[in-house]
């Protein structure tokens, strides 16, 4: 019986020592996973653009066609020359066409005193412009005069110029311009007749031009700021300067469209390029010292409308304004500059 009770207690000792070893050796239970760290955002005062990007094209704008009158061209300007007022630009003949400038070509021989006329009047001011006296010139170019006086600057001109000093002047050995403009493309050729399509001419500023529909014109106006991207990447600040509109060619069928004309404010930005492929970028909105939050700390409202979540799990009801980008400019009682809210990113 003793025997009986000792065995007992020790299989009792046995299996309490085995139990224990058996909790020992189980690896212990993980611990609670923290909850998830909430990540927030500051509401910032700040600015909000939304901008538009247009394809265009820098060069020096429109060009003009310049044709001669009777005669064989004896000599060509080069491509970029800049005109010159009372200089030669090219002969026919081989005599020197000059230019002037002015509104009006001369569109007839001046060679009687007393002739009276626009023509008259551009030659009067591009005579006193080079330092000739003419006497006095008529506000209304319509009675300018061709008077002895003109007749004699004239002559003295042609004798600077190194022509007969004839008195008289024909249309085609005076080219006027309504201002400075370089020489583009040449067509002709020596010894074409001067009839014919000389050389082109543009304006000596480099410009942006493009032309888009009507309907897409948006916030475009004369005088509105915008920027050149150069092909560097190098913004350049600018102004529209034109708007015309323009008919679409009939086979086209896109509607009427607009030509863009678009001037540095600064021309020495861009004097290193010739013609080059830009873009236009055209601020469309813009808010300044608004208050603004990421778009992801927006939270949808079931009733409708928005609201931003405090750290605390609160929200506060926001109005939503301009968008842009991945920022959104908010307002709201109680929503001030450098409140602290939730966002999902």
Do not use: C
């Amino acid at each position: 019986m003793r025997r009986t009770v000792i065995g007992a207690a020790v299989l009792v000792v046995v299996v309490v020592i085995a139990a224990v070893l058996v909790v020992r050796s189980r690896p212990p239970e993980p611990a609670a996973a923290p909850p998830p760290a909430v990540k927030t955002t500051t509401v910032r005062k700040g600015d909000l653009t939304n901008t538009r990007t247009l394809q265009a094209q820098l060069g020096f704008g429109a060009a003009r066609l310049v044709k001669g009158t009777a005669g064989v061209v004896t000599k060509l300007p080069a491509t970029g020359h800049a005109t010159e007022l009372g200089k030669e630009l090219y002969r026919v003949d081989d005599q020197p066409v000059v230019v002037f400038f002015g509104a009006t070509p001369l569109f007839r021989a001046l060679d009687t005193p007393g002739l009276k006329g626009s023509d008259v009047a551009v030659l009067m001011d591009n005579l006193a412009a080079l330092g000739y006296q003419v006497g006095t010139r008529p506000k209304d170019v319509t009675k300018a005069e061709f008077t002895p006086r003109v007749v004699e600057a004239l002559k003295k001109w042609q004798r600077a110029l190194g022509v007969e000093q004839t008195g008289t002047l024909a249309p085609g050995r005076v080219l006027v311009l309504d201002r400075p403009m370089r020489v583009g493309a040449v067509k002709a050729q020596l010894g074409d007749p001067a009839t014919g399509d000389l050389f082109e001419v543009t304006p000596t500023t480099r410009l942006v031009t493009l032309q888009i529909p009507v309907a897409e014109a948006g916030v475009l106006k004369t005088g509105l700021p915008v920027t050149i991207v150069r092909p560097d990447n190098r913004p350049v600040p600018a102004k529209v300067t034109s708007l015309t509109q323009v008919a679409a060619p009939a086979e086209n069928g896109g509607g009427p469209k607009l030509d863009v004309v678009v001037t540095p404010d600064d021309p020495a930005d861009v004097t290193d390029l010739d013609t080059a492929p830009v873009r236009l970028t055209v601020t469309t909105e813009s808010r300044t010292g608004v208050l603004t939050v990421p778009l992801a700390a927006l939270v949808a409202l079931k009733e409708g409308g928005y609201a931003v979540q405090l750290p605390s799990g609160g929200l506060k009801a926001v109005r939503t304004g301009l968008y842009s980008q991945d920022q959104v400019e908010i307002s709201g009682d109680g929503v001030v500059d450098g409140l602290e809210v939730v966002t999902a990113s």
